[in-house]
T-cell receptor, first 114, second 115 residues
């Protein structure tokens, strides 16, 4: 099992550009979560999916952020247009329905917007 | 609603000393509780979890935690700290929102280990 795979590991982009972060969850997991981590705000849940359907996107900062899960093995988080305050580490995590299994996190994407 | 409070954003110990990281939770239903560890430039890794049964839970790297319902606590301990334990530690409690499961994370405690 390769775990949760995120790409790219690092992304540097200019303000105003579109950024797309990618995630491949563990095969068979039916929950997928996107988190953002910053020094100031800690770990924030942005959105999560169950069986590819978005369940709660109340953590998405604003309309510039969007997330999709077109199938069980792939999800994207898009920021358009990007701003310097979006600089953070973005994590994807997946889990099985039963909460006792906990989450498996990816290694994260470090985004820097200059 | 569920919530988690981690007491102390930074904890510093000497190598070989006891590690104690505090976590208190609030839950209206029997909780599932977790500790995660994050090493620099890495994702969060599950350290241990409590679901049901024995209240003393053992995890990886010599860590353990005890679920105390009366104190609504789930403190993480390790008898003897190693330099390699320096990391950030997150406590989490299961939460239910609209019938869907999700974890509620604490703010994290950064552990420093000194020679």
């Amino acid at each position: 099992d390769a775990g949760v795979i995120q790409s790219p590991r690092h992304e540097v982009t200019e303000m105003g550009q579109e950024v797309t972060l990618r995630c491949k969850p563990i095969s068979g997991h039916d929950y997928l979560f996107w988190y953002r981590q910053t020094m100031m705000r800690g770990l924030e849940l942005l959105i999560y999916f169950n069986n590819n359907v978005p369940i709660d996107d109340s953590g998405m900062p604003e309309d510039r952020f969007s997330a999709k899960m077109p199938n069980a093995s792939f999800s994207t988080l898009k920021i358009q247009p990007s701003e310097p305050r979006d600089s953070a580490v973005y994590f994807c995590a997946s889990s099985l329905s039963q909460i006792p299994y906990g989450y498996t996190f990816g290694s994260g994407t470090r985004l820097t917007v200059v | 609603a569920q919530s988690v409070t981690q007491l102390g954003s930074h904890v510093s110990v000497s190598e070989g000393a006891l590690v104690l990281l505090r976590c208190n939770y609030s839950s209206s239903v029997p909780p599932y509780l977790f500790w995660y560890v994050q090493y620099p430039n890495q994702g969060l890794q599950l350290l241990l979890k409590y679901t049901t049964g024995a209240t003393l839970v053992k995890g990886i790297n010599g860590f353990e935690a005890e679920f105390k319902k009366s104190e609504t606590s789930f403190h993480l301990t390790k008898p003897s700290a190693h330099m390699s334990d320096a990391a950030e530690y997150f406590c989490a409690v299961s939460g239910f929102s609209g019938g869907y499961n999700k974890l509620i994370f604490g703010a994290g405690t950064r552990l420093a280990v000194h020679p």
